[in-house]
């Protein structure tokens, strides 16, 4: 099958070609990170012949808060970034599921590491995205890395420098085995992975650090606390979590929008549960990947057709 290409791009207010969205090599965000980015996914139902985009609205609100907090003096609103993102995607007609990566970023140039006295604005393209199971599962380590903290640069935003720290997480995993990392926080306690929120089960109950534990506030990570305890009637508690309790525990998965949900099946060579994808992970999966192409009415409200 061939695989489609990006050809737009959401740029100076306008939906532009792919490659007239450019900016100077000497653009403040470029040159200091000074900047937020978010992901948002589009589901295609074959069915309804319908692309879906999950929750934009709250993407869309997660970016305002990052960009808020690097002082970022923005117009937009969630509702005004969704009608421009379904006309982005009117533009590409993608017929598939899609990634998309909006960005907040200082239109202004020049030298000069500030958050004052700047010009801002949004941009958006997409890409086309597989959404697949990890059957085998995930094996991770824990990195000899920190989380970078909240009086650091706050971890709650996706702003664009932090993630120099999940670059460094990662790649050191990845280069010695592993598939990612898990993270602890300067509290040594459990945070998250490279770039996904973490759950734990362990005797019938599913625990995920708090968001005061410099952890992402996710959407798909709040999403999947309504389902397990509203659909699966699993009790959820966020707290912190001890790294000797991601050994003990029952089934382990991450989650984000990207990976959507990863099941870990091994920790530093030590197998978690069985060893292999558990029966809960699999069930909540496979109601989470309904939910997200509007094949479950009751969460009918969270997927915002493309189409019209």
Same mark, same amino acid.
């Given at each position: ?11 100076? *207010? ?27 996914? *589009? ?12 929750? &934009? !609205? ?8 990052? !960009? ?23 533009? +590409? ?63 709650? *935003?996706?702003?664009?420098?932090? =993630? ?8 050191? !995993? ?6 990612? !990392? ?5 509290? *040594?306690?459990?945070? +998250? ?16 650090? &708090? ?33 000797? +309790? $991601? ?15 990863? &099941? ?26 309904? $939910? ?6 009751? =969460? ?6 493309? =189409?019209?």
């Amino acid at each position: 099958m061939t695989i489609p290409q990006t050809k737009h791009a959401y740029f100076e *207010g306008e939906i532009v070609p792919i490659e007239q969205a450019s900016i100077s090599v000497m653009n403040q965000t470029f040159n200091y990170g000074t900047g937020a980015f978010g992901g948002i996914r *589009g589901y295609w139902n074959d069915s309804e012949q319908q692309l879906f985009l999950f929750r &934009p !609205a709250d993407h869309f609100r997660r970016l305002l808060d990052s !960009a808020k907090l690097l002082r970022f003096d923005l117009t937009h609103t969630p509702d005004s970034l969704t009608a421009a993102l379904r006309q982005l995607l009117k533009a +590409e007609g993608w017929k598939n599921d899609v990634y998309i990566r909006p960005l907040a970023y200082v239109t202004t140039e020049g030298i000069g590491a500030r958050l004052h006295n700047l010009d801002h604005d949004i941009a958006m393209f997409s890409v086309p995205f597989e959404s697949k199971l990890k059957e085998e599962g995930a094996h991770v380590t824990f990195s000899a890395w920190r989380r970078v903290d909240d009086n650091h640069i706050p971890p709650r *935003g996706k702003i664009i420098g932090a =993630y120099v720290n999940s670059a460094l997480i990662k790649s050191d !995993a990845v280069l010695a085995g592993f598939d990612d !990392a898990l993270v602890l926080n300067n509290d *040594g306690h459990v945070s +998250e992975s490279s770039g996904s929120n973490f759950f734990m089960v362990r005797n019938g109950v599913a625990s995920t650090p &708090p968001v005061t534990a410099n952890v992402l506030e996710g959407i798909t990570r709040r999403t999947l606390i309504e389902l397990l305890r509203v659909e699966l009637g699993l009790e959820v508690i966020e707290r912190q979590i001890d790294r000797t +309790e $991601v050994y003990l525990a029952d089934e382990i998965f991450l989650c984000g929008t990207g990976v959507q949900l990863v &099941p870990v099946t091994r920790v530093d060579h030590r197998p978690v549960g069985t060893g292999e994808l558990g029966s809960l992970t699999r069930e909540l999966y496979e109601l989470f990947s309904g $939910v997200v192409r509007g094949k479950v009415e009751k =969460y009918r409200q969270w997927n915002i057709p493309v =189409y019209d």
